[in-house]
Structures are given as C-alpha cells and as structure tokens.
C-alpha cells in the first residue's frame, strides 16, 4: 500500500536530548513537510522540501532540523534549542508542480507524539 | 498576509442535525481551498478541494462545500450528520499561482451524539 510512515508513534525524551523522527513514504511525491499540531491551534509549519536536497523553513523552525537526502525520507530533529518539543508532530507529502510548489493535496502520516519528561 | 478563520471551535449536534462550518480567508489572488478532516486516532485526510470552476464541491461522506469568491468563503456542509462524523475539521488555503505552502485555520472540533 502507498501511503507516509512515521516513526515511532510515541516518543519520552528527557530535557537535554535531541530526538529524530523518521517520515517515510513511497507516493513518490516530490513535496514533503514537517508540521506541528497543538490543541486549538491547528498545524504550524516547521520546514518544507519541494525536491531532493532543497528545503525551506516553515512559520516555526526555531530548534529544528530537518535533511532531505533522498526522495523517499524528510527525518525531523527536534533539538535541545527547541523550549516547548512536546507536541504531536505530523509529516505530509504532495505532488509537486515544480516552481510552483505542490498541488495542495497532501498525504499524511499517522503522527509521531513526543513528550517531553 | 494570508491568513483563514474557522469560526466555530467546537460544534456539538445530534445525529441527523444539518451541519455548517464556517470558512474565511484572507487573501486578494487566485485561491485553491480545502477541507480536511482528522477522525479519532487517525490521520489528517483530504474531504473535498475547490480549484476552479463549479463552486459547490462535493467530497467523501455526503460533505460538500461552496466557494463564494465575493464573501471570500468556503464553508462545508452536511444536510444529515452521523455519529461517525466526530471529528476535527481543517480549513485551508494556497495560493494558485504559487503553492508552496498552505494556510490553516485553527479548526473544528465537531462531536456528534448518538
């Protein structure tokens, strides 16, 4: 089956601590972001990549990184910079349009939750 | 700036109850539009998009929404809710010319009771 997978599903990390979480998916879609989802307030981008070895940063990028080595993988770290990680964090991908960016359909992932301890 | 507002935070209504969810954007260009929904424990999904032409769109489940260019709305509609329709709903919004990114209402939380 096509589709996005992120792992793990649930993540404790102690203050300190950088954490990667691993997106997958074999749409074979160009387009791929990194969002986070806190209660009433929706998804707040944190990077996006429209193509292999290119990404841009999103509305909250502070204390995160992301690389995009290959088509199929955007991982997100959430580093120690980052002051309030825990959070539900949610990976897309889409079709791209290319200068254009994406179709604005996107494709995502079942979430990764970390808490923090 | 673009930005979108969901007007309801949570809506609460009884099985067979109409629905409406509000949607307004801010933005003077060329909109795509878009409905998504979250159900309990599982992923965010598309329900219905507007690109261009026929501004009443119909999605999965019996949903449909209806572009009004001139009130800069998109709101969703159901005529018959079901208990199976609980879940968060998400407004958003590209830009048509230049789609990099969408812009997301806060959304809404509907809750359906049997």
């Known amino acids: 089956d096509g589709g996005i997978t992120q792992s793990p599903k649930y993540l404790f990390r102690k203050e300190g601590q950088n954490v990667t979480l691993s997106c997958e998916q074999n749409l074979n879609h160009d387009a791929m972001y990194w969002y986070r989802q806190d209660p009433g307030q929706g998804l707040r981008l944190i990077y996006y990549s429209q193509i292999v070895n290119d990404f841009q940063k999103g509305d909250i990028a502070e204390g995160y990184s992301v690389s995009r080595e290959k088509k199929e993988s955007f991982p997100l770290t959430v580093t120690s910079a980052q002051k309030n990680p825990t959070a539900f964090y949610l990976c897309?991908?889409?079709?791209?349009?290319?200068?254009?960016?994406?179709?604005?359909?996107?494709?995502f992932g079942e979430g990764s939750r970390l808490t923090v301890l | 700036a673009q930005s979108v507002s969901q007007h309801n935070h949570h809506v609460i209504l009884s099985e067979a109850a109409s629905l409406e969810l509000g949607c307004n954007y801010s933005?003077?260009?060329?909109?795509?539009l878009f409905w998504y929904v979250q159900y309990p424990g599982q992923h965010l999904q598309l329900l219905l998009k507007?690109?261009?032409?026929d501004p009443l769109v119909k999605g999965i489940k019996g949903f449909e929404a209806e572009f009004i260019k001139s009130k800069f709305s998109f709101n969703l509609r159901k005529p018959s809710v079901q208990w199976s329709d609980t879940a968060e709903y998400f407004c958003a919004v590209n830009d048509a010319g230049n789609n990099r990114k969408l812009i997301w209402g806060l959304g809404t939380s509907l809750a359906v009771n049997p």
């Open positions: 897309a991908s889409a079709r791209s349009k290319g200068a254009k960016g994406s179709t604005g359909e996107l494709f």
């Open positions: 933005y003077g260009g060329t909109v795509n």
């Open positions: 507007y690109f261009s032409g």
